[in-house]
Nanobody
């Protein structure tokens, strides 16, 4: 069984930055797509960004130009650099990984952006 553990969330002022990390509980030989999702209070979970095994990325329109997703395959870790944060970015952020066709989720890390 694989667990994904997120870290790096916290409280930041609008305009600030945070870097989220998500590491697998053990080194995985091959992870396909990895991604970040978020869920704000009272809203559905939504895609933030994904990155495939070749490094190709996709972003939600709301975060393009502000967030950057990256991965370190040797460490089975995915990152999300968040810049120019806005109050509407406040949410619980979850990482996701496709390992041999099975999608795993982390438990989430809270990001709060104050105005």
């Amino acid at each position: 069984q694989v667990q994904l553990v997120e870290s790096g969330g916290g409280l930041v002022q609008a305009g600030g930055s945070l870097r989220l990390s998500c590491a697998a509980s053990r080194t995985i030989f091959r992870i396909n797509d990895m991604g970040w999702y978020r869920q704000a209070p009272g809203k559905q979970r939504e895609l933030v960004a994904t990155i495939n095994n070749g490094g190709g990325t996709k972003y939600a329109d709301s975060v393009k130009g502000r967030f950057t997703i990256s991965r370190d395959n040797a460490k089975s870790t995915v990152y999300l650099q968040m810049n120019s944060l806005k109050p509407e970015d406040t949410a619980v952020y979850y990482c996701n990984a496709n390992i041999l066709g099975v999608y795993y989720w982390g438990k989430g890390t809270l990001v709060t952006v104050s105005s």
